[in-house]
């Protein structure tokens, strides 16, 4: 993990990606990641549960991060990147394995996310079955199903949802609060069915 050797920067998070944007300075990107490196470590480890693993998408983030900052406006870093690193770590395992068992123990965590909700996400909850979690999103609402699939597989911002689908901001934050409480209704019933 090289990137743990950056000269210490210390600007705020702000700073660092106001003058990333300006430059394109990787160096500047680095010294802004390697604050959250064991967080992103973290995250990889909980859902791989392998080190190498964990290690080689920790250095596969970042290059996405390179790609994904030229995308979005980003206000809070560690929550964007604990969002961005979550996702991908799905994905990653989504299309490597078909039948998969994720384990996150949410309790544990002490990062909150947007919705100051110590529960972040259904996916978080530590379901047995990847098809158990798609089998209730295709159950969700038309605009609550779309509204999940942009914000948590795609990372598309509250603003970015709203133009896409024709709605205002506020509206696609209840379309994901309702949604998000239908799946754990479903994912809780599907447990007391297993």
């Given at each position: 993990?090289?990137?743990?050797?950056?000269?210490?920067?210390?600007?705020?998070?702000?700073?660092?990606?106001?003058?990333?944007?300006?430059?394109?300075?990787?160096?500047?990107?680095?010294?802004?990641?390697?604050?959250?490196?064991?967080?992103?470590?973290?995250?990889?480890?909980?859902?791989?549960?392998?080190?190498?693993?964990?290690?080689?998408t920790?250095?596969?983030?970042?290059?996405?991060?390179?790609?994904e900052?030229?995308?979005?406006?980003?206000?809070?870093?560690?929550?964007?990147?604990?969002?961005?690193t979550?996702?991908?770590?799905?994905?990653?395992?989504?299309?490597?394995?078909?039948?998969?068992?994720i384990?996150?123990?949410?309790?544990?965590?002490?990062?909150?996310f947007m919705?100051?909700?110590?529960?972040?996400?259904?996916?978080?909850?530590?379901?047995?079955?990847?098809?158990?979690?798609?089998?209730?999103?295709?159950?969700?609402?038309?605009e609550?199903?779309?509204?999940?699939?942009l914000?948590?597989?795609?990372?598309?911002?509250?603003?970015?949802?709203?133009?896409k689908?024709n709605?205002?901001?506020?509206?696609?934050?209840?379309?994901?609060q309702?949604?998000?409480?239908?799946?754990?209704?479903?994912?809780?019933?599907?447990?007391?069915?297993?």
């Amino acid at each position: 993990m090289a990137l743990r050797l950056q000269k210490k920067d210390y600007r705020s998070d702000g700073e660092l990606l106001r003058s990333y944007r300006l430059t394109g300075n990787l160096e500047i990107l680095g010294a802004l990641y390697s604050r959250y490196i064991d967080l992103v470590y973290g995250v990889c480890l909980r859902y791989f549960k392998n080190r190498e693993m964990s290690q080689d998408t920790v250095m596969e983030i970042f290059e996405k991060l390179i790609k994904e900052l030229e995308k979005h406006h980003v206000n809070n870093f560690r929550s964007w990147l604990y969002v961005l690193t979550r996702n991908y770590c799905l994905m990653k395992l989504r299309s490597s394995q078909k039948d998969i068992s994720i384990t996150v123990n949410i309790e544990d965590n002490e990062y909150l996310f947007m919705e100051n909700n110590r529960e972040l996400h259904p996916i978080d909850r530590g379901y047995s079955k990847e098809e158990a979690l798609e089998n209730c999103i295709e159950q969700l609402k038309e605009e609550q199903r779309e509204c999940i699939r942009l914000f948590y597989y795609e990372n598309k911002c509250y603003r970015e949802i709203a133009e896409k689908m024709n709605i205002n901001e506020k509206k696609v934050k209840s379309n994901l609060q309702n949604a998000k409480r239908n799946l754990k209704i479903c994912m809780d019933s599907d447990n007391e069915k297993q």
